[in-house]
Structures are given as structure tokens and as C-alpha cells.
């Protein structure tokens, strides 16, 4: 289960000045039905919690360059004890945005390149983003990316409706609050990494009223207990 809630407060009209407040909810079941170890307590890790608050701040450049800047705090734990230090990360992240979607140009197209830290147990640097969006036909778009890469056809003129193919990529970390030992190493965190691969549809009702629907199969799905040094503990 997913919530997110993100409100852009306009500063300067010219400059293009926006500040972002965002708040995003996530709470992930876990339900294993095979067989485990001995000290892996599957009602530990039932129900990972996620909580992100953070303030964006963007502006133009110019015309066609725009810069981001984004900070915030995440709880991210299994939450069976209340808060503990280690349940809280402290996000940063930097954007450069190359817009030339509006531009008088044959074939549209964007690039962001951006840096993303985070003070995960086990990632002492930054991971660099890049993601290039490109109309490259009447009615034909494509993303090359992370967190999603794309092909999109719409199917009239207006971009009323669209089909696409994809492949996401989605990822879940949480602190494991009373570690378990299994084979006589400790895990301290639970981490989730899954490729999906699907179809989608799109309808735009209005300009800024968009219904869309997803089919997905998941192509990898990688679920481990790790310990603060991200050493594998146990592959589930």
C-alpha cells in the first residue's frame, strides 16, 4: 500500500521558483509460506513501514535548463518497538534538468542527470540518476531510465490515450529492530529489489486528470536479510 502527497508552492513567477513539500507513505506485507531457518521469526518482518517527509526547491535556469535540490528525513523499519535510532534515514538529492519538450524542435526530448544520497547502513555514496525521454515519431515516445524505462504510442492526435511497455524497477529497505541470528550471523535490515516488466493504457479525462491502469509481471525479485555492512544474511 502506497500514499503520496507532494504540493508545489510557487515563489517567483519569472525564474520559475517552486517549493515542494512531500510526504509519501508505504507499508509492505510480507508472506512467506516456505520453510525458514531456525531464528528467522517471520512475524518480525509481517508488516515494514516507510515514512518520507522532505522540501524540494526547483527554478529555471533558462529557458531550457532547469535545477533541483531536494532533503529529507525516512523512517523505514519493521517498527515493532516504537522508533529506534537506527529506523531513521536522512536523504539529499541534486537534479539538472535539460527541457527541450516545449522547444521548437522536430522531436522533443528531456535529460535529468541528478546524484541521490542517503544514509542507508552500507551506502556511503552517492548513486547517480540519468533518465532521457525522447519523441521520436508522430505519437511515439520513449524513456530510457531508472526508476522506469518506457515506449509509449498514443492513439490519436489530441494524447487523449496512450499504450505503453515498460520496465520499473522498485526497491523497499527497513531496519530489523531486534535482529535475528541464523546460522550464527546477525541481520540488522531486510531489503527488497524487484524488476517488473508490463503493459499499461492511459486516458486523459482533462488536461491534469489522468487515469491509468497496469498489468506487470515481476522478471526479478530479489528479498534478503542483510546485516549494516550489506552482507547477505539469508536469500528469501
Do not use: C
Not at 81 to 87: C, E, P, T
Not at 96 to 116: E, H, Q
Not at 178 to 192: F, H, K, P, Q, Y
Amino acid at each position: 500500500f502506497r500514499a503520496l502527497l507532494q504540493v508545489p508552492i510557487p515563489l517567483d513567477k519569472e525564474l520559475d521558483k517552486i517549493l515542494v513539500a512531500g510526504f509519501e507513505y508505504r507499508n509492505t506485507n510480507v508472506d512467506i509460506n516456505d520453510p525458514v531457518p531456525a531464528g528467522f521469526n517471520l512475524q518480525e518482518v509481517g508488516t515494514l513501514q516507510q515514512i518520507d517527509g522532505y522540501l524540494g526547491y526547483t527554478w529555471k535556469f533558462n529557458e531550457n535548463w532547469r535545477f533541483g535540490v531536494k532533503a529529507g528525513a525516512r523512517i523505514s523499519s519493521n517498527l515493532q518497538d516504537g522508533l529506534v535510532s537506527d529506523d531513521w534515514i536522512y536523504t539529499a538529492s541534486v537534479y539538472v534538468i535539460n527541457d527541450m519538450k516545449d522547444a521548437s524542435t522536430t522531436k522533443p526530448y528531456r535529460w535529468i542527470f541528478g546524484l541521490d544520497y542517503s544514509t542507508t547502513p552500507g551506502r556511503n555514496y552517492p548513486l547517480p540518476l540519468i533518465n532521457y525521454y525522447r519523441e521520436f515519431h508522430p505519437n511515439w515516445t520513449y524513456t530510457l531510465g531508472v526508476p522506469k524505462t518506457n515506449v509509449r504510442h498514443y492513439l490519436n492526435d489530441d494524447h487523449k490515450d496512450a499504450l505503453q511497455a515498460f520496465v520499473s524497477l522498485d526497491n523497499f529497505f527497513a531496519n530489523i529492530q531486534n535482529n535475528m541470528v541464523i546460522d550464527g550471523r546477525t541481520a540488522e535490515n531486510i531489503s527488497m529489489t524487484i524488476v517488473m516488466g508490463g503493459l499499461g493504457y492511459e486516458h486523459f479525462f482533462t488536461k491534469h486528470l489522468l487515469y491509468y491502469a497496469y498489468a506487470t509481471h515481476s522478471i526479478s525479485n530479489d528479498f534478503r536479510l542483510r546485516n549494516n555492512e550489506r552482507d547477505d544474511i539469508y536469500t528469501i
